[in-house]
């Protein structure tokens, strides 16, 4: 026989059973706790994404989301598992997605390549539309599918790009702007040329025909001719930003009721109305300035009366103290002092305005016309002139219910005498010698007639070159430069910087139709210098000179 094993006794075997199995447990413990780990490892990538994650299975159902996806879509996570994918896509598209994701799923060669970086519509909660771009990938487990989409909102970016979209094509208007205001302001300058010749040979004309009553009116009906003329070139000038600001003391009533004779004829199918003020609305502004802040208000609202309708203009004079001008109760007239003010309400019949729109009305390039009808600055021009004015100006509008435009201007004591005051012939002669300048020999001619018959001496020249070989030859004294600002070579202001410098005691008078926009220097005139807009009347211009003639360096 052979001799038996000893047998382990039964307390043994239990505690080797018991320790594998603790051993076990330690094991199936240490890796439950790594797959806890891995699993809020896995989540805290998810929900560090910038982007929305969704993992939906083969039947089209949301498995697992973050939380990114529940902020663009609006939906909470529990609103979405378990819910169809096509919950987020449009309802237009639904029925399509839902066939395409049928292909994708089934491994479909020739539809796989449509899920990346792919740009489509997602559907809020609420039911609006957003764009998106979604980026679609496999994810195979045995005999599982499911698909990983990562989702990004493209609000912001569309928004970025159009932005610059808008921002090109604002520069591409501006350059083009740019370009055909030198056009403009180059027309111009010609035309205020012959403009000048026609108006300044009419005034010469007209003193010659003293008793002859019929040949004068037809004189005056060629200068009035000329002078709405020159309107126009005012209003190219205007357009290319080339023009010097002259304030004066006037009536804006005048400049109202004369804007509205112009209306009339323009805007035919339009009713025109003027109401001016019982008193005289004196203010100090810039004509040409008035009267186009006048025209743009016009033609805006012809663009809110496309069927026609009633366009009122009306002056009065208004006292403003701090309660109404919001100090501190309302502030509706910001950087208005308490005061007298003139102001000018222009309203329409038309279409009106949003609130939207009125808030943005001022806004450079602003327009609610259809592209290429207009670059959108009439009414910033008319914000800028009014506060260049020392004014305000405030809108009212209701849809459908038309609009006015509030103006108040700074009222000035004024009277006859002070805009316009009336000066004999005698006191504009004079003896002084005045060196004229410019290269339109037929206005240089024109211009010597006239003050030759003032009694002045006059020298001429048709170029900045040749007037600074004059200058150097003539020994007696030059007391007036006259010159054109725009010349060829050499333009007026260089032309009087290198006489000065001969010469300083000469006073210079600059005329032109056309100025460049580094002109500010001619500003702020220091008491030796002027500046005579084209086309002028030979009144003005003696005005001038005399002016010059008359200052003590």
């Known amino acids: ?137 496999p994810n195979r487990s045995q005999d599982d599918l499911s698909v990983i989409a990562i989702v990004r909102d493209m609000t912001a970016h569309h ?17 083009e702007l740019e370009s055909l205001g030198r056009l403009a302001g180059g027309i111009a300058h010609e035309f205020n040329n012959l403009l000048t010749m026609v108006l300044g040979y009419a005034e010469l004309l007209q003193s010659s025909l003293a008793g002859d009553e019929l040949l004068s009116n037809y004189v005056e009906k060629t200068r009035k001719a000329a002078r709405r003329a020159s309107t126009l070139t005012r209003q190219l000038l205007a357009f290319s930003r080339r023009q010097v600001l002259e304030p004066k003391v006037m009536d804006l009533n005048s400049v109202v009721i004369e804007t509205c004779q112009v209306l009339v004829r323009t805007l035919e199918d339009i009713e025109i109305q003027a109401l001016p003020s019982e008193e005289r609305a004196w203010i100090r502004a810039d004509r040409n300035q008035m009267e186009l802040m006048l025209v743009n208000l016009a033609t805006n609202a012809r663009e809110a009366m496309p069927e026609g309708g009633r366009l009122t203009f009306a002056v009065s004079l208004v006292e403003l103290g701090k309660v109404e001008l919001g100090e501190p109760e309302a502030p509706s007239h910001p950087g208005l002092m308490p005061g007298r003010y003139v102001l000018l309400t222009v309203s329409d019949t038309g279409n009106g305005m949003s609130p939207e729109v009125q808030s943005r009305i001022f806004e450079p390039f602003f327009s609610t016309r259809d592209f290429g009808k207009g670059p959108g600055l009439g009414l910033s021009a008319v914000y800028g002139i009014v506060n260049q004015s020392g004014g305000s100006i405030t809108v009212q509008s209701q849809p459908q219910a038309g609009t006015t435009f509030s103006i108040f201007l700074p009222w000035i004591a004024g009277d006859e005498t002070t805009a316009s005051a009336s000066i004999s012939p005698e006191m504009l002669e004079g003896s002084e010698t005045i060196l004229l300048v410019d290269d339109q020999p037929q206005l240089v001619e024109m211009m010597r007639t006239f003050l030759e018959k003032m009694g002045y001496t006059i020298l001429t020249a048709s170029s900045p070159e040749k007037a600074l070989r004059l200058v150097r030859e003539h020994q007696g004294e030059i007391d007036v430069l006259i010159t054109d600002v725009m010349m060829p070579g050499m333009n007026g202001l260089e032309l009087a910087r290198r006489l000065r410098a001969e010469r300083s005691t000469m006073k210079v008078l600059y005329t032109s139709g056309y100025t460049e926009q580094n002109l500010e220097e001619l500003s702020g005139f220091e008491e030796t210098s002027a500046f005579l807009e084209k086309p002028f009347a030979l009144e003005d211009l003696a005005l001038k000179v005399r002016g010059l003639c008359d200052v003590v360096r």
Not at 45 to 56: G, M, N, Q, S, T
Not at 94 to 121: K, N
Not at 160 to 174: C, F, I, M, N, P
């Open 1 to 137: 026989m052979k001799p038996q094993k000893p047998q382990e006794p039964i307390s043994v075997r239990k505690k080797q059973k018991t320790a594998a199995d603790a051993r076990k447990s330690s094991v199936r413990g240490r890796s439950e706790e790594a797959l806890r780990r891995g699993e809020e490892h896995f989540r805290r990538l998810l929900e560090a994404a910038p982007d929305a994650i969704l993992e939906v299975d083969a039947q089209g159902k949301i498995m697992i989301l973050n939380q990114v996806a529940e902020q663009i879509f609006g939906y909470g996570r529990e609103e979405l598992l378990g819910k169809k994918v096509e919950i987020l896509v449009p309802d237009a598209m639904r029925s399509a997605h839902a066939c395409r994701r049928e292909l994708y799923t089934h491994d479909h060669p020739g539809i796989r390549s449509m899920g990346i970086g792919l740009e489509l519509q997602g559907r809020r909660k609420d039911g609006t539309t957003f764009p998106v771009e979604i980026s679609l990938s």
């Open 159 to 175: 928004k970025l790009q159009d932005a610059v979209r808008r921002s090109e094509e604002r520069l591409r208007q501006a350059q």
